[in-house]
Protein backbone atom coordinates (compact mmCIF):
# COMPACT_ATOMS: atom_id res chain seq x y z
CA UNK A 1 0.00 0.00 0.00
CA UNK A 2 3.04 2.74 0.80
CA UNK A 3 3.92 2.30 -2.89
CA UNK A 4 0.07 3.10 -4.28
CA UNK A 5 0.50 6.52 -1.62
CA UNK A 6 3.94 7.52 -3.01
CA UNK A 7 3.10 7.00 -6.39
CA UNK A 8 -0.37 9.04 -5.84
CA UNK A 9 1.59 11.73 -3.86
CA UNK A 10 4.52 12.00 -6.87
CA UNK A 11 1.72 12.31 -9.61
CA UNK A 12 0.01 15.14 -7.50
CA UNK A 13 3.44 16.93 -7.32
CA UNK A 14 4.31 16.17 -10.79
CA UNK A 15 0.70 17.39 -11.85
CA UNK A 16 1.59 20.54 -9.92
CA UNK A 17 5.22 21.44 -10.79
CA UNK A 18 4.59 20.27 -14.76
CA UNK A 19 1.70 22.66 -15.01
CA UNK A 20 3.89 25.79 -13.52
CA UNK A 21 6.89 24.26 -16.28
CA UNK A 22 3.83 24.77 -18.85
CA UNK A 23 2.95 27.93 -17.77
CA UNK A 24 5.98 30.11 -17.38
CA UNK A 25 8.68 27.89 -19.15
CA UNK A 26 6.56 27.44 -23.08
CA UNK A 27 6.17 29.19 -25.34
CA UNK A 28 4.86 26.82 -27.76
CA UNK A 29 1.58 28.45 -28.79
CA UNK A 30 0.48 24.78 -30.01
CA UNK A 31 0.50 24.42 -25.95
CA UNK A 32 -1.88 27.52 -25.34
CA UNK A 33 -4.97 27.02 -23.08
CA UNK A 34 -4.16 23.60 -21.97
CA UNK A 35 -5.49 21.71 -18.98
CA UNK A 36 -3.64 19.19 -16.94
CA UNK A 37 -6.47 16.94 -15.96
CA UNK A 38 -4.62 13.80 -14.45
CA UNK A 39 -1.46 12.06 -13.56
CA UNK A 40 -0.59 8.45 -12.71
CA UNK A 41 2.40 7.36 -11.95
CA UNK A 42 3.55 3.71 -12.04
CA UNK A 43 4.53 2.39 -8.81
CA UNK A 44 8.58 2.06 -9.55
CA UNK A 45 8.43 5.91 -10.73
CA UNK A 46 9.43 5.10 -14.43
CA UNK A 47 6.80 6.57 -16.16
CA UNK A 48 4.40 9.46 -15.63
CA UNK A 49 1.12 8.82 -18.16
CA UNK A 50 -0.28 12.74 -18.36
CA UNK A 51 -3.88 13.29 -19.44
CA UNK A 52 -4.33 17.04 -21.08
CA UNK A 53 -7.25 18.67 -22.44
CA UNK A 54 -7.05 21.41 -24.85
CA UNK A 55 -9.69 23.70 -24.10
CA UNK A 56 -9.11 25.40 -27.85
CA UNK A 57 -9.43 21.81 -29.15
CA UNK A 58 -12.45 20.74 -26.93
CA UNK A 59 -14.26 24.47 -28.14
CA UNK A 60 -13.70 23.87 -31.66
CA UNK A 61 -13.65 20.17 -31.54
CA UNK A 62 -11.17 20.46 -33.51
CA UNK A 63 -9.04 16.61 -34.23
CA UNK A 64 -6.27 17.72 -36.19
CA UNK A 65 -5.58 20.50 -33.37
CA UNK A 66 -5.22 17.81 -31.07
CA UNK A 67 -2.96 15.90 -32.94
CA UNK A 68 -0.95 18.82 -33.35
CA UNK A 69 -1.34 19.40 -29.37
CA UNK A 70 -0.04 16.05 -28.99
CA UNK A 71 2.98 15.77 -31.27
CA UNK A 72 3.77 19.04 -29.43
CA UNK A 73 4.02 17.49 -26.41
CA UNK A 74 5.56 14.24 -27.71
CA UNK A 75 8.82 16.23 -28.81
CA UNK A 76 8.78 18.34 -25.79
CA UNK A 77 8.31 15.69 -23.43
CA UNK A 78 12.28 15.16 -22.92
CA UNK A 79 12.63 19.17 -22.25
CA UNK A 80 9.80 18.69 -19.66
CA UNK A 81 11.24 15.92 -18.11
CA UNK A 82 14.52 17.80 -17.64
CA UNK A 83 12.75 20.75 -16.18
CA UNK A 84 11.08 18.64 -13.33
CA UNK A 85 14.26 16.58 -12.23
CA UNK A 86 16.05 20.37 -11.59
CA UNK A 87 12.97 21.33 -9.87
CA UNK A 88 12.09 18.50 -7.90
CA UNK A 89 15.36 16.68 -6.85
CA UNK A 90 13.92 13.26 -6.95
CA UNK A 91 16.48 10.33 -7.27
CA UNK A 92 14.18 9.01 -10.48
CA UNK A 93 12.11 11.27 -12.64
CA UNK A 94 9.40 9.64 -14.51
CA UNK A 95 9.49 9.26 -18.55
CA UNK A 96 6.60 11.16 -19.51
CA UNK A 97 3.51 9.87 -21.44
CA UNK A 98 1.10 12.58 -23.09
CA UNK A 99 -2.36 11.56 -23.82
CA UNK A 100 -5.15 13.03 -24.70
CA UNK A 101 -8.45 13.27 -21.93
CA UNK A 102 -11.26 13.25 -24.29
CA UNK A 103 -14.16 12.71 -21.06
CA UNK A 104 -14.70 15.73 -20.75
CA UNK A 105 -16.07 16.29 -24.32
CA UNK A 106 -17.73 12.73 -23.64
CA UNK A 107 -19.36 13.85 -20.57
CA UNK A 108 -20.82 16.80 -22.50
CA UNK A 109 -22.42 14.66 -25.06
CA UNK A 110 -23.70 12.32 -22.46
CA UNK A 111 -25.59 15.34 -20.91
CA UNK A 112 -26.68 16.12 -24.07
CA UNK A 113 -28.14 12.69 -24.93
CA UNK A 114 -29.62 13.00 -21.55
CA UNK A 115 -31.37 16.31 -21.89
CA UNK A 116 -32.59 14.90 -24.98
CA UNK A 117 -34.68 12.15 -23.83
CA UNK A 118 -35.51 13.39 -20.27
CA UNK A 119 -38.69 14.82 -19.11
CA UNK A 120 -38.75 19.16 -19.23
CA UNK A 121 -40.29 20.58 -16.24
CA UNK A 122 -42.28 23.38 -16.67
CA UNK A 123 -42.34 26.35 -14.62
CA UNK A 124 -45.84 27.14 -14.39
CA UNK A 125 -47.64 23.85 -13.74
CA UNK A 126 -44.57 22.92 -11.56
CA UNK A 127 -44.93 19.45 -12.99
CA UNK A 128 -43.23 17.50 -16.09
CA UNK A 129 -44.63 17.62 -19.59
Known sequence: ???????????????????DVLCRDTADARLALL???HVRVSRDLSFADVYVV????????DTPERLKLM????SAAGFFRKR???RTHWQKTPRLRFHYDDLPESG????SLIDDVAPKETSAAGGFT
Do not use: P
Open 71 to 74: RALK
Open 35 to 37: SIS
Open 54 to 61: SLKALKDN
Open 84 to 86: LAS
Open 1 to 19: MGGQARSERVAGELKRELA
Open 108 to 111: LRLE
